[in-house]
């Protein structure tokens, strides 16, 4: 049963109104440009931060409230400062800490109907909720998402194009196969976050269960490094500047294979390559316009 007291609002959303809260540092700093922070990614947890100086929104809380707080001051960021939580979907490394966050700091919720109906009863009471469609961008204040549908064993698993002060990035994690739909979505994009999970040879060798082994693998599963080195050869534009490897498997790769595999797409481009860690928040990247 969902929980009472949300407030829903079914087709083209539009941001509650709010002031902006907060005024740290960081986004002083970048008041016109586009900022992101992958504050984690892989098995555990997700988090990626992304503000354009004024509006601030989380994509994805999977960890305990009190861990994103700490990695958010680790880069000299508050969640009171956040405009929004925006949900992929509905696995726990992705929505863990959605409802304390939302209610500690009154933040409201975005996530597809169907995403919520499934984390209902673990995200418990919101501050508020809104219902966004993937397949129709929306906006919070200044920035503009458009949320696009991916091949995962998810109730409505979307990834995500931002676009802010001038600067568009592209979100695509959990995602068993690339379709020409994601292609689409991550054209023209100055920073990509790409999912990079396992190395193939790493996974049918190691501990995990056949089955597991099988979805991972499988069209609603995880991409391995060659996957995202193909997907990136599809998306990257001279304008790319930042590629992060996201979601990568702690037991089923490692960051040099991850790197090593997909850089190839890379050759002779000026883009950064870097993977996103579990444990610890990775840089602050600013895109000035």
Avoid at 72 to 78: I, V
């Amino acid at each position: 049963m969902s929980p009472p007291a949300e407030k829903a609002v079914s087709g083209r959303p539009q941001a509650p109104a709010m002031a902006a809260r907060g005024c740290d540092q960081a986004e002083s700093a970048a008041s016109t440009a586009l900022s992101v922070c992958v504050l984690a990614s892989g098995s555990k947890g997700n988090c990626v931060y992304v503000s354009d100086g004024t509006t601030s929104i989380l994509i994805d809380a999977g960890f305990p409230g009190r861990e994103i707080e700490a990695r958010m001051a680790a880069r000299g960021l508050s969640p009171a400062s956040l405009s929004a939580l925006v949900l992929s979907h509905e696995h726990s490394d992705h929505f863990r800490g959605v409802g304390v966050l939302s209610r500690r700091f009154d933040i409201p919720v975005y996530a597809a109907e169907k995403t919520h109906r499934a984390a209902a009863r673990s995200l418990g009471r919101l501050s508020a909720l809104v219902h966004f469609e993937p397949g129709r961008s929306f906006s919070i204040a200044g920035l503009v998402l458009a949320p696009f549908s991916t091949s995962h064993d998810a109730a409505d698993p979307a990834g995500f194009a931002v676009t802010g002060a001038g600067v568009k990035i592209g979100l695509a994690t959990d995602l068993g196969v690339v379709t020409n739909l994601v292609v689409q979505h991550l054209k023209d994009c100055r920073a990509l976050l790409l999912e990079a999970n396992h190395d193939p040879s790493m996974l049918m060798d190691g501990p995990y269960p056949w089955d597991l082994k099988q979805r991972i693998k499988g069209r609603t599963g995880h991409l391995a490094n060659e996957d995202s080195r193909d997907l990136l050869g599809r998306v990257l534009s001279p304008e790319t500047s930042h590629v992060v490897l996201c979601h990568l498997s702690e037991t089923n790769n490692t960051p040099e294979k991850a790197l090593r595999g997909v850089a190839p797409a890379l050759s002779g481009h000026r883009a950064r390559l870097s993977a996103a860690h579990q444990d610890h928040p990775g840089e602050l990247i600013v895109l000035a316009p």
